[in-house]
Every structure is written in C-alpha cells, then in structure tokens.
T-cell receptor, first 114, second 112 residues
Framework: EAGVAQSPRYKIIEKRQSVAFWCNPI?????LYWYQQILGQGPKLLIQ????????DSQLPKDRFSAERLKGVDSTLKIQPAKLEDSAVYLC????????????FGSGTRLTVV | SQQGEEDPQALSIQEGENATMNCSYK?????LQWYRQNSGRGLVHLIL?????REKHSGRLRVTLDTSKKSSSLLITASRAADTASYFC????????????FGIGTKLQVIP
C-alpha cells in the first residue's frame, strides 16, 4: 500500500511570502489531517477533513492559513503571508473513518521562514 | 493545546539496556497510541492500547495503561542504536468529536 505523499520536502521562503504544501493520503482514507510541528514540540493539529468537509479547524490561524481538500482526496495547505514563527515541519496524516487504528503520516515538509 | 506530557523529555542509554518512557494525560480517552519519529521524518505508528486494556506487547515494545492515574508507559527492551528517535504518546478522546492529541515527546538516544 502506498503511503501518504507530501511535497515539497523542504521550503525556504522570506517572511511575507506565500507558500503551499500538498498532500495525497492513502487511497480510501476518508480522514485527512494537517499538523504543525515546531522544533522540540509535539505535532499540533491545524485542520481535520472528513472526505471534503472540515471537521476541526479550531487551531488554524485563519487570517493567514487556508486549506482545502477538493473531491475528498488530496489536499493543499497554504500560508499567506508567512511569518518567522511559521517555521516548522508540516505533517499530513490520514486514517480510516474511525481513528481506532492510528494514523499514517507523510514525511512532512520542513518550512523555514527567513 | 497538547494533552499528553511525556517524561522524561530526554533519555540516553547504552545499547542493550531497556528504555522506559511515561506519558500522562488529562481527559478521558478511547485509546492511547505511541509513535516514533526519526530526525526530520514523519511519525510512525508503533502501538495502540484501548482504554479497557491494561497491557499490550508488540515485539520489543510493551505498553501499559492506567486509566485511574491517566498515565501510560512505553518500555523498549534490549534497545538498539536504531531505536534512537523521539517517541510521542497520542490520545484519542472518548465521547463527542474524536480527536487525537499528541504530547511533547521523549527524545531517546541509544549509544552503541
């Protein structure tokens, strides 16, 4: 079974620029998650989709972050404009409809804002 | 906000020794999961224990869960250099909207 695909692997941008990350979950997984992991911390949930609907975006900084999951498959996360504190690894994960068996994570995108 | 708190935050042991990491959490859970993260990589699911289970084994991994104390421990026996990684506990809350929340992690170094 193919894993969760994410791209790009690394990205360096200047503050106030925009950036987008892409995620393709495991085929058939209804639920997709975007996590932000700042160095030395655990992953923090930004947004959770079930199919193409948003289940939880309570910790998404909506003034600068946006995410979509068209057709309930792949997803993009965008930051516009970026701030220095957005430097982090952005992880995408997917699971079946019920999160009883754990998530499958992608390798993540390491974002550096300078 | 982060639900779990791992203890210790960093652990250094010799190859062949056992490593024990603890996790405490605050709310009622459906299950608790442990993940491993190698430097700069994504998280890998290791083991899941349900709220009605007390102990679970998988290879060299042993997980215990004490719901009365809201705590869990992960034991890695006969550690290897390849076990060097960060380990995170994650809890799935019970009731209502189901959400998995991660702790801050334990950084394990196994010295060959």
């Amino acid at each position: 079974e193919a894993g969760v695909a994410q791209s790009p692997r690394y990205k360096i941008i200047e503050k106030r620029q925009s950036v987008a990350f892409w995620c393709n979950p495991i085929s058939g997984h209804a639920t997709l998650y975007w996590y932000q992991q700042i160095l030395g911390q655990g992953p923090k949930l930004l947004i959770q989709f079930q199919n193409n609907g948003v289940v939880d975006d309570s910790q998404l900084p909506k003034d600068r972050f946006s995410a979509e999951r068209l057709k309930g498959v792949d997803s993009t996360l965008k930051i516009q404009p970026a701030k220095l504190e957005d430097s982090a690894v952005y992880l995408c994960a997917s699971s079946g409809l019920r999160v009883y068996y754990g998530y499958t994570f992608g390798s993540g995108t390491r974002l550096t804002v300078v | 906000s982060q639900q779990g708190e791992e203890d210790p935050q960093a652990l250094s042991i010799q190859e062949g020794e056992n490593a024990t990491m603890n996790c405490s959490y605050k709310t009622s859970i459906n299950n608790l999961q442990w993940y491993r993260q190698n430097s700069g990589r994504g998280l890998v699911h290791l083991i899941l224990i349900r709220s009605n289970e007390r102990e679970k084994h998988s290879g060299r991994l042993r997980v215990t869960l004490d719901t009365s104390k809201k705590s869990s421990s992960l034991l890695i026996t006969a550690s290897r250099a390849a076990d060097t990684a960060s380990y995170f506990c994650a809890t799935l809350n019970s009731g209502g909207y189901q959400k998995v929340t991660f702790g801050i992690g334990t950084k394990l170094q196994v010295i060959p």
